[in-house]
């Protein structure tokens, strides 16, 4: 399936280079993000204000739409970090029945929070499965927000731990 997708910058003054520059980085990190193997064109136009005066760019891609094995491999990297949090906090949970009473009541709560965090983003990934489309694409901004979410949770219970 062919799709379309645009890119928008705000020009500054004598800085159009460097919005060409951060164009080029968005698509290319989108492209990449896609697992996108064939972009059919790609172009730019300038919009301008009342008076005429350049104020941004905008960047079109045309693009053809990964077959489904893309989004199985998507999926499958999501659901293995997903599982190695959940591995994590296992650990975690298992350390905490060797802890004090006041460090194992902390360690259970953050166990609690990461168990929340992990159970979000599984969610999230089981509504990607359903879903397809670009929808699809607005659910997986969503899975890897949570999964990132879950990550930095989970760091910081560690990180506490190691102190």
């Not at 705000?10 to 919005?19: A, D, M, P, S």
């Not at 077959?67 to 999926?75: D, M, S, T, Y």
Request: proline content about 1%; cysteine-free; overall charge positive.
């Amino acid at each position: 399936m062919i799709r379309v997708k645009t890119f928008t910058s705000q020009l500054k003054i004598f800085h159009t280079r460097n919005e060409l520059l951060e164009l080029d980085q968005a698509v290319n990190d989108f492209v990449a993000s896609q697992g996108i193997r064939k972009v059919i064109s790609v172009s730019d136009a300038v919009t301008t204000g009342v008076k005429g005066e350049a104020i941004g760019i905008i960047r079109v891609i045309t693009y053809e739409e990964p077959g489904e094995g893309a989004r199985e491999k998507v999926l499958g990297k999501m659901e293995e970090k997903l599982k190695g949090w959940g591995d994590e906090i296992e650990h975690l949970r298992g350390k905490a029945d060797r802890l004090g009473t006041e460090a194992r009541k902390k360690l259970q709560e953050q166990v609690e929070e990461l168990r929340a965090k992990q159970e979000s983003a599984r969610q999230k990934l089981q509504e990607m499965r359903k879903t397809g489309g670009e929808a699809w694409e607005d659910l997986r901004t969503g899975a890897e927000a949570a999964l990132e979410d879950l990550k930095k949770a989970g760091e910081r219970a560690i990180g506490k731990r190691k102190k």
